[in-house]
């Protein structure tokens, strides 16, 4: 896969941003963005730059137009934001993606941008051009992905699933310059990236797709979302296990050793277990063309506990 992919797909799906932008290109005097660190000739806009600063004294950069996008503002595709009020000026500051906190986005394999907002702003924003076309919602960033899942948006067509790649943005938040930074698409689900403020991180959905899949026929989908439930396993993800409480939670599963092979073997992913299977499961039928359990007394490579 090339490492390009993400950044290509956020090119193409924001191109109405940068349609009559008011923000000045020209030609860098830098080896490479400043933000992606790709070389001039890699970027999407080859040998175009913006100039950025973080704050009002801080050194001008030079960044590639693609990480230069989550900055630029839109009335038209996102709408007013708020309005800023100084002395007798108003000034009206209309949305940016680089401003959406608490929001997410999926960009498929189409190029196709779905956003994710809490109830607040998507209510400022839902009159907007991305609003009218129905790319945003109220829904969870993971919800909306699955959902995209089971719809067969993320595949393009003619194509095995997932093959072309699409883009998961956990939350654009305030810190468009490490979302930026290393930018990455999806081609398994073994491997979904969650990009981020925050960074960067792998989720194995598959494993927990398997994990939901146990769970059910266990009879126990009413558990599958409860902390307390998880708690022997999250506690041991974070480096304190508690042998009485795992004991104490084998005696209370019917088939433990199923449910330990199917659980993700990254710690990580073991403590995001009760939130993505409460999204999980109520949509585990629908994503049974997913599914691909390992064979029978087939152990997943690392630790059960």
Same mark, same amino acid.
Request: hydrophobic content about 35%; glycine content about 6%.
């Given at each position: ?9 956020? &090119? ?7 349609? =009559? ?25 080859p040998f175009q730059a913006a100039e950025y600063r973080y704050g009002k004294s801080g050194e001008p950069e030079q960044v590639c137009l693609t990480c ?7 009335? *038209? ?9 100084? =002395? ?10 680089? /401003? ?33 076309? =129905? ?24 194509? *095995? ?18 979302? /930026? ?47 307390? &439930? ?13 042998? $009485? ?22 710690? &990580? ?5 009760? $939130?993505?299977?409460?999204?999980? /499961? ?24």
């Amino acid at each position: 896969m090339s490492r390009h992919l993400a950044y290509q797909r956020l &090119f193409a799906a924001t191109h109405e941003l940068r349609v =009559g932008a008011e923000f000045s290109r020209f030609t860098p005097d830098t080896p490479s963005c400043a933000c992606c660190n790709r070389r001039w000739s890699e970027v999407e806009a080859p040998f175009q730059a913006a100039e950025y600063r973080y704050g009002k004294s801080g050194e001008p950069e030079q960044v590639c137009l693609t990480c230069y996008t989550p900055r630029i503002p839109s009335e *038209r595709l996102l709408g007013l934001e708020r309005y800023n009020h100084t =002395g007798n000026t108003t000034t009206p500051i209309y949305g940016k993606l680089g /401003m959406l906190v608490g929001s997410g986005g999926i960009i498929t394999p189409r190029n196709e941008l779905y956003l994710t907002l809490p109830p607040k702003l998507h209510a400022k924003y839902k009159k907007g051009e991305w609003g009218q076309q =129905g790319r945003l919602s109220t829904d969870k960033p993971l919800a909306r992905l699955l959902d995209l899942l089971i719809a067969g948006a993320l595949s393009a067509p003619g194509e *095995r699933p997932l093959e072309q790649g699409f883009v998961y943005i956990e939350n654009w938040g305030r810190k468009a310059d490490i979302l /930026m930074r290393r930018l990455l698409a999806t081609t398994s689900l073994k491997e979904v990236w969650c990009n981020s403020e925050q960074g960067v991180t792998p989720l194995d959905l598959q494993a927990i797709l398997e994990t939901a899949q146990v769970l059910k026929t266990l009879e126990l989908t009413n558990q599958a979302d409860r902390l307390v &439930f998880w708690k022997p396993i999250t506690d041991a993800a974070r480096g304190q296990r508690d042998d $009485a409480a795992f004991d104490a939670w084998l005696g209370k599963v019917p088939d433990p050793r199923a449910l330990l092979m199917a659980l993700p073997t990254d710690p &990580f992913d073991r403590l995001r277990l009760p $939130a993505v299977l409460r999204e999980v /499961m109520p949509r585990l039928s629908a994503l049974e063309a997913y599914l691909t359990p390992a064979p029978p007394q087939t152990q997943r490579q690392g630790s059960l506990f």
